[in-house]
């Protein structure tokens, strides 16, 4: 018998989306990057200073593991938690480099941080909990929260206390409903980095609530400049039970396409991880799984491939933050780790620019500096603080100093700043 086709007109589709995608905002940092793509397409030699991934190439060593498991046949599905060897190695890393003590089984291997951290979220929140997200954060997080159903409750810091959450202001706004604290040190898109006497103090506070957990995004953990030192927070006293911790290979050791992420918690979390993760992509490339194994035993802390690219960030934020501070009227807080620099811009917000408009917030700001300099930030708005922007500096030294070259003539062409705030 012949099958017959049904044509369906497209009015006819119910095109409706579920409400859990409808709440979710696309990534702000994702579209400035399109529109300089669009730009430089057209011919303008745009500098994109907005992505968030290092501009080397993943050291030598990592990508011939990668290939060589290519050439040796390690192209099979893995477990779904991730080869053993690679979950033990994750574990010494822990133990020798964070103080921090887990067995293979409370180790979850995932594509990228980014998923560890979604797991994490949806294992462990339902709606009506709030998720307690420190601001300027990292765009996924309010939107991981909205997915899981709860509500993103966001805890506004300021320049002043070099982004970093006050105790107090944590302790103010916790209720019966708060469930997880998303801490994000060296943090994106600050660069700051927590004291360890401050997440004591924090800790303090989190320990009060037995509800209320905490995920520690350390995926930055080795792009840090002395003499600014990372803490983890499970090795915390009384933490360890209470903490999923995230990391990952993307950053420190270039590693972006490789997507290879891994979250550490207690094995009833895990196990909730793991199950969510059976079900959406199993395990993680076994291809990069290798690559990892091979990036960990690089030595502590990644050894001289990693030391070597930290070094070479450390000399470029040195350039941005003097070379910031001579603009008038811009304030910057010096980071302390990741490769990102956050830029407050709102004393010039008011400004009228001819042929342009009115500079009103972080999204005009960034607009006009693609505009008439050519150089592509991330308003501050995305990171949920409109007074500011984010500058990557993942790029080579000279191309930060044309860029701040435009930007600089650029900032001219506005009224003088009003006295900053
Ligand atoms: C703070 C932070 N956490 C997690 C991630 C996710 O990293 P990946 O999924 O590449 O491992 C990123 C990437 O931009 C990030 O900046």
Redesign the pocket.
């Known amino acids: 018998m012949q099958a017959r086709t049904v044509v369906v007109r497209a009015e006819e589709v119910d095109a409706s989306i579920s409400p859990r995608v409808s709440s979710l905002r696309p990534s702000k940092t994702m579209a400035i990057t399109d529109q300089a793509t669009a730009l430089r397409q057209a011919g303008v030699p745009v500098i994109g200073l907005a992505a ?2 290092p501009d080397f190439d993943t050291p030598a060593a990592i990508a011939e593991a990668g290939m060589n498991a290519i050439r040796d046949g390690s192209t099979r599905y893995t477990p779904n938690a991730g080869t053993m060897e690679l979950r033990k190695a994750i574990c010494k890393k822990l133990q020798d480099e964070n103080g921090l003590a887990y067995t293979p089984d409370q180790v979850l291997v995932s ?7 979604t797991q994490a979220v949806l294992a462990v929140c339902s709606p009506g909990d709030e998720v307690l997200i420190p601001a300027p954060y ?1 765009v ?1 997080y309010p939107e991981m929260a909205r997915l899981a159903g709860a509500s993103p409750v966001i805890l506004p810091t300021s320049i002043s206390d070099n982004y970093l959450l006050k105790p107090e202001s944590l302790a103010s706004v916790i209720n019966e409903n708060s469930r997880l604290l998303i801490l ?1 040190s060296p ?2 898109p600050t660069g700051s980095v927590y004291p360890k006497e401050q997440l004591e103090e924090i800790a303090d506070i989190v320990r009060k609530h037995p509800r209320l957990l905490v995920l520690s ?1 350390e ?2 953990e080795h792009i840090i400049y002395q003499p600014a030192k990372h803490t983890s927070f499970a090795s915390l006293p009384g933490m360890w039970e209470r903490t999923l911790t ?1 990391n ?4 420190a050791f270039a590693m ?1 396409g490789w ?3 891994y979250l550490a918690a207690p094995k009833h979390f895990v196990s909730a991880c793991g199950k969510i993760q059976s079900q959406f992509t199993s395990g993680a490339s076994s291809i990069s799984q290798k690559a990892g194994l091979a990036a960990l035993n690089l030595g502590y802390a990644g050894g001289e491939a990693v030391s070597t690219m930290v070094k070479a960030f450390q000399e470029r934020r040195d350039y941005l933050v003097r070379s910031f501070r001579e603009l008038p009227g811009v304030k910057v807080s010096e980071p302390q780790g ?1 490769f990102y620099l956050f830029i407050d811009f709102s004393s010039y917000y008011g400004s009228e620019v001819e042929g342009f408009g009115t500079i009103k917030d972080s999204e005009s700001l960034c607009l006009f500096l693609l505009e008439k300099a050519q150089v592509a930030l991330v308003p501050g708005d995305a990171f949920g603080d409109d007074k500011g922007a984010r500058i990557s500096y993942a790029a080579a030294l000279s191309t930060l100093q044309t860029a701040m070259e435009k930007i600089k003539e650029a900032m001219a062409l506005l009224r003088p700043p009003v006295a900053a705030k």
């Open positions: 968030g991934e594509n990228g941080a980014k998923q560890c951290i990292w996924s994000c943090s994106n995004d995926i930055y995230v990952g290979f993307s950053k972006t997507r290879l992420g990741a």
